[in-house]
């Protein structure tokens, strides 16, 4: 069941709402941060940053702290909190961790033969799932099968119900409200990859900015990520290796004014140099992003025939 506690707002006037629930822990699922006073129409996404586990999840991992850090997005939940401060944006923060559900990935996209009971009439699992890399993760490169025993589909039911239908109907609803507010918005699905492998002759790009190849985000805002990157001297990349997902299909309709972007960012970028801790390249990210989203702000803002900046009191009240 859904969480619906009251709301809570902060000294900055961001209005706080958790909901969702994880199984095995009496912890919501994701927070919701929305400024009372919209400044701009973006709202920051983290799915992938979730650290709460439940005592079975890690007991029934392989290997628990490799794997769980692994699969983690490490602390790219500090890198979107600290952007959605600095520049307004509204925040869906995952808490629940990928381990126990991909929220990147549709709620049919099982690798079914990693559950104990299969369910009845069940729609082939992709290529993804295949892989071990569906709803539920199964394996990782190097480590293979990361869980000791199988799930049950009961136990995948409950984490549907629990995290990935709240946290996408929550999400779905402040992009709602942005949009109508400003007549566009822009989702920015916040990621972190490991360092891609350099080609030899070849600097490796420290973003991926992903679109679906065109289909979730308009060209423009896209050209102006590029450009922004570019003039930071910041190598970026289009889709490749990471085009987007779930996220970007589920929220993303250009043509109704949604607008959704994925970014991958290198941890080596804003973490130590074992990908653990916050590093000293921390600070100059958020001022790269920081600066990204404001600018990309004012250009959804005034696709919607708004400006980033006016004044929302009265529609508030």
Request: with cysteine.
């Amino acid at each position: 069941m859904e969480r619906s506690p009251p709301d809570m707002c902060d000294s900055q006037g961001v209005i706080r709402r958790d909901g969702g629930s994880i199984p095995g822990l009496d912890e919501p699922a994701y927070s919701v941060f929305a400024p009372a006073t919209s400044r701009l129409p973006v709202v920051i996404a983290v799915p992938h940053g979730g650290r709460r586990y439940p005592p079975d999840v890690m007991a029934r991992l392989r290997h628990p702290e490799i794997a769980a850090l692994r699969l983690e997005d490490r602390l790219v939940d500090r890198l979107g909190e600290v952007l959605a401060r600095e520049t307004g944006a509204g925040l869906v923060l995952a808490h629940a961790p990928r381990a126990m559900l991909d929220l990147n990935r549709a709620e049919d996209d099982v690798d079914w033969d990693m559950l104990g009971i299969p369910a009845p009439k069940a729609p082939p699992a992709n290529g993804r799932a295949r892989s071990g890399l569906g709803l539920v993760p199964r394996r990782l490169p190097g480590m293979g099968d990361i869980w000791r025993g199988r799930l049950s589909w009961a136990e995948v039911e409950a984490r549907i119900a629990g995290i990935h239908a709240p946290y996408h109907t929550a999400l779905a609803h402040i992009l709602a409200q942005e949009r109508e507010r400003w007549g566009a918005v822009l989702l920015i699905d916040l990621h972190s990859m490991p360092p891609l492998p350099r080609i030899i002759g070849q600097e490796s790009a420290s973003i991926v900015v992903g679109d679906r190849f065109g289909a979730s985000c308009h060209g423009a805002l896209v050209a102006s990520a590029f450009s922004h990157f570019a003039a930071g001297s910041v190598l970026a990349a289009h889709n490749r290796p990471y085009a987007g997902g779930f996220a970007l299909d589920r929220h993303g309709a250009p043509r109704l004014g949604a607008h959704a972007m994925q970014l991958e960012i290198d941890r080596a970028a804003y973490l130590d140099s074992r990908l653990v801790e916050l590093g000293d390249g921390f600070d100059a990210m958020v001022r790269l992003l920081s600066s990204l989203i404001a600018m990309l702000g004012a250009q959804v803002a005034a696709m919607g025939g708004k400006r980033s900046g006016d004044d929302w009191s009265e529609a508030a009240e």
